[in-house]
């Protein structure tokens, strides 16, 4: 088991090298590239970056890597937000970022199988040609492998769902170096132990995925956008469960409160009233989507919603959601100098508003500039917190406050993160929300399928 960081001597490093055809880098930038994500996690350092072509060379390197017990930690963009991709222990980041080849598209079955570098912007690029889109949207243009391995979500969630309900089939890599392959290319599926599901959210830690096969959906025929204000941030969150309660097919439904729109306004130039604020998206046909509209407005007037606006203007729908992902780089903005954490916590929707304003109340008790936004419709809500990177100790005392936060909506049957997973940030909270006996069952499936603990280390439970 790798309980201490691990610095490659020269003979690993030409070995790995000559695994690769040469394409491994102890370049002191391509090492900094690789030792952080977008989290506010403490950047470490692999020894080298490997950079891996197909599946072979993966499962060689593994194969290679277990035997002499060096750490592993898996590449696609470095956009996740709880250090997943972070080398606590040294050894080689695995950089699948080359293995970007979109394999095929099967229109008929509404199927795409892809390499687990592809990135979602230039995957649903390439089946527009197709009339066709993936659903998965998490803001950030993420690698699928990478999506997959944290179980991503985001904004379409409440109606398409998340990835793992996309996922169909993988294609990945143990430790040892064997290939698996999990899953069928159909839409039902009852044979054995669910491996796909497995290893989807799983971090890197069981395996590391190379290929994917996903679930598409064809574009609609109409898109529509909808912003409307609050006085207060609980008649907006009450109103989005309504509406989530009474069945209206909304495709998007999310929560950005007063600051968020603040920062908003100032970093896309938009014209938002600075208020509690909704943004929908409805998809189908143009005249159910004007229905299921109109059906929102009048719900939303039951709890005070104000200055209801909607389009069916793409120009104006896609202006509307590129501002809501970057919501995260509005708040850096907002704050120079200062380092954000973003929380991510979900409930049952019956409970979100009391989510919300414990949040909210546990943070006021404190002097950090914060914002609060979410994928209301399904329960999930962040916040995002500022402080001083030239300042450690707030952010430790910050990392105690969303531990505090973590605890109370755990008590209400919520979970510790709904998308953004484990990594190393919420390893206690894992155990406050599973339990010891099911953590250790999930150390039991570790220790199965990676018996010498090389796969990100020091992510999802402790080593």
């Known amino acids: 088991m790798i309980t201490t960081r691990v610095d490659l001597n020269e003979r690993q490093l030409a070995e790995l090298k000559a695994l690769v055809d040469g394409r491994l880098s102890t370049s002191e930038s391509v090492l900094e590239q690789h030792g952080h994500d977008e989290s506010a ?28 017990l060096i750490p592993v930690v898996a590449f696609g963009a470095g956009t996740s937000l709880e250090g997943h991709v972070v080398p606590l222990y040294g050894g080689i980041s695995l950089d699948l970022s080359n293995m970007n080849k979109i394999i095929e598209i099967r229109p008929d079955d509404l199927l795409v199988r892809v390499e687990a570098g592809v990135q979602r912007n230039a995957l649903n690029d390439k089946l527009a040609n197709h009339g066709l889109f993936f659903s998965v949207d998490p803001g950030a243009d993420a690698t699928l492998g990478g999506m997959a391995a ?22 990945a890599v143990l430790a040892d170096g064997t290939i698996i392959r999990t899953g069928r290319e159909t839409r039902k599926q009852s044979a054995g132990y669910d491996l796909t599901r497995l290893l989807v959210g799983s971090e890197g830690t069981l395996a590391v995925i190379t290929e994917i096969t996903l679930r598409v959906f064809g574009i609609p025929e109409k898109m ?31 929560f950005l409160d007063a600051k968020s729109i603040r920062n908003l306004n100032a970093y896309d130039h938009m014209t938002l009233s600075e208020l509690p604020t909704l943004f929908f998206e409805f998809h189908g046909s143009p005249t159910g989507v004007e ?46 100098g200062k380092r954000g954490l973003s929380t991510d916590m979900a409930v049952p929707i019956s409970r979100l508003a009391e989510a919300v304003d414990v949040a909210m109340r546990i943070l006021d008790q404190h002097p950090y500039e914060y914002s609060v936004l979410g994928h209301v419709a399904d329960g999930n809500f962040h916040c995002a917190i500022m402080s001083d990177p030239l300042k450690p100790e707030e952010l430790i005392e910050v990392r105690h406050i969303t531990h505090e936060i973590t605890l109370e909506i755990i008590e209400m049957g919520g979970t510790c993160t709904g998308e953004h997973g484990i990594g190393s940030g919420k390893i206690t ?15 039991g499936i570790k220790l199965s399928m990676d018996p010498h603990w090389i796969l990100n280390p020091g992510k999802v439970m402790s080593n």
């Open 41 to 68: 996690a403490v950047p470490g350092r692999p020894s080298a970056v490997v950079m891996v072509n197909n599946v072979e060379e993966v499962s060689k390197v593994l194969a290679y890597c277990n035997k002499e």
């Open 150 to 171: 944290t179980c991503a979500a985001g904004t379409t969630t409440v109606r398409y769902g998340t990835m793992r309900e996309n996922v169909m089939a993988l294609t």
């Open 291 to 336: 229905e299921d509209a109109q059906a929102v407005k009048e719900i939303i007037e039951e709890f005070n919603g104000s200055e209801f606006k909607w389009t069916t203007d793409e120009g104006e729908r896609r202006k509307l959601w590129h501002a809501r992902h970057n919501a995260h780089w509005a708040n850096f903005a907002a704050n120079p």
């Open 224 to 254: 529509a956008a909808a912003v409307v204000c609050f006085p207060s941030l609980a008649d907006g969150v009450l109103a989005a469960t309504t509406i989530v309660r009474t069945g209206i097919p909304i495709a998007r439904c999310e």
């Open 429 to 443: 909270a894992l155990v406050e929300e599973t339990g010891q006996a099911a953590v250790d069952v999930m150390r």
